[in-house]
């Protein structure tokens, strides 16, 4: 389970360091490019899958439509510094535990009536599905920065696979 928990920290090690460079005001500022969402409306947004996970070990029910949606983390960069700095430390507790620990999973998908979806899932598949998943609102978050001409760090919101891929791509240059 090393692996898998060492990349969870990474991206949250990644986070950690952006909202360390960030102002306050830069942290909770609307965007029109995102729709009027701001850096802290995603980042909180990525917090809360991860809080659902480490929630729903201890049942085997992982409930990501039941996340709390904690205002404070997406309007003080300070509390969502100290949640990340939180998650960071639980994230130790993953690797007593195996990848292939058995989960169900509810998430609704559907934009009628219906209730949430539910399907079987492991640990590991929705760690990988969480750390998928801050990525793509990091480089969301990369997005509203670089519209503000701020800069972005060195792979912020880069899929490890693109990196990889771009080395590679360099090296035969």
Not at 120 to 149: D, K, N, P, W
Request: aromatic letters at 6%.
């Amino acid at each position: 389970m090393r692996g898998l928990a060492d990349a969870l920290d990474a991206v949250l090690l990644q986070g950690e360091e952006l909202l360390e460079s960030l102002s306050q005001n830069e942290f909770i500022a609307a965007n029109a490019i995102g729709n009027g969402a701001s850096i802290g409306a995603h980042y909180r947004h990525c917090l809360d899958h991860f809080w659902q996970l480490f929630a729903g070990l201890g049942s085997g029910t992982v409930d990501y439509d039941a996340r709390t949606r904690e205002f404070l983390l997406e309007t003080d960069r300070l509390a969502a510094l100290a949640a990340t700095k939180t998650l960071r430390a639980t994230t130790q507790d993953l690797r007593k535990l195996s990848e292939e620990d058995p989960l169900e999973v509810r998430c609704g998908v559907t934009y009628g009536e219906e209730e949430a979806g539910s399907a079987s899932s492991t640990l590991g598949r929705e760690m990988m599905f969480c750390i998928s998943h801050a990525i793509h609102h990091y480089a969301l978050i990369a997005i509203l920065l670089r519209s503000v001409q701020r800069d972005v760090p060195e792979g912020f919101g880069v899929a490890p696979s693109t990196i990889r891929h771009r080395h590679r791509m360099a090296a035969t240059r």
